[in-house]
């Protein structure tokens, strides 16, 4: 995870949208991408972008990509207690996924 | 398709005793991955197999850890003798090939949950 690095708490409103940043150093990665953790369970893949990107969107998920700065971020639009979980963001470097440590986002009434 | 299978759930050992983690990866995938993810940090690759061949243990404390893919589908992790510091969530994935960064290439088992007393 040294190579991605993460803000590590977020806390957000119920309907309010959720901004998480991720930072990476590996400037040949081909695709990053975004995990959701939920409390004992394993990696659930949201989504991902190809570095030729700037930007996608996914429902209520919207994934913005500056890769001169090396910037990843995570916007989640309308955020419900159903996506209080830890967020990880990743990328490939060759053949290996490197992660982060994790945002633990809560969203609170 | 079902998913990355791994047993057991949970596990507790004493410090100083052995333990395997299992892992079934998705039919026809022919990566395996074991990732050590310690409370607070971000999951960290400990060893990886394209079909039965390694292709990558660095990671791996070798002194201590074994990984085998024998007939290039499920896999085993030991932990012999365990320490302290090896409680943790070990997770299993598997992906298509090698290398594959697309949508489909990573998906992950629900995990063995460690913990060394």
């Known amino acids: 995870g040294e190579d991605v690095e993460q803000s590590l708490f977020l806390s957000v409103r119920e309907g309010d949208s959720s901004v998480i940043n991720c930072t990476y150093t590996d400037s040949s990665s081909t695709y990053l991408y975004w995990y959701k953790q939920e409390p004992g369970a394993g990696l659930q893949l949201l989504t991902y972008i190809f570095s030729n990107m700037d930007m996608k969107q996914d429902q209520r998920l919207t994934v913005l990509l500056n890769k001169k700065d090396k910037h990843l971020s995570l916007r989640i639009a309308d955020t419900q207690t159903g996506d209080s979980a830890i967020y990880f963001c990743?990328?490939?470097?060759?053949?290996?996924?490197?992660f982060g440590a994790g945002t633990t986002v809560t969203v609170r009434a | 398709e079902a998913g990355v299978a791994q047993s057991p759930r949970y596990k507790i050992i004493e410090k100083r005793q052995s333990v395997a983690f299992w892992c079934n990866p998705i039919?026809?995938?022919?990566?395996l991955y074991w990732y050590q993810q310690i409370l607070g940090q971000g999951p960290k690759l400990l060893i990886q197999f394209q079909n039965n061949g390694v292709v990558d243990d660095s990671q791996l404390p070798k002194d201590r850890f074994s990984a085998e893919r024998l007939k290039g589908v499920d896999s085993t992790l030991k932990i012999q003798p365990a320490k302290l510091e090896d409680s943790a969530v070990y997770l299993c994935?598997?992906?298509?090939?090698?290398?594959?960064?697309?949508?489909?290439?990573?998906?992950f088992g629900s995990g063995t949950r460690l913990t060394v007393v």
């Open positions: 990743a990328e490939i470097g060759g053949y290996k996924l490197s």
């Open positions: 994935a598997s992906s298509p090939r090698t290398g594959d960064g697309s949508n489909y290439g990573y998906t």
């Open positions: 039919s026809g995938h022919a990566t």
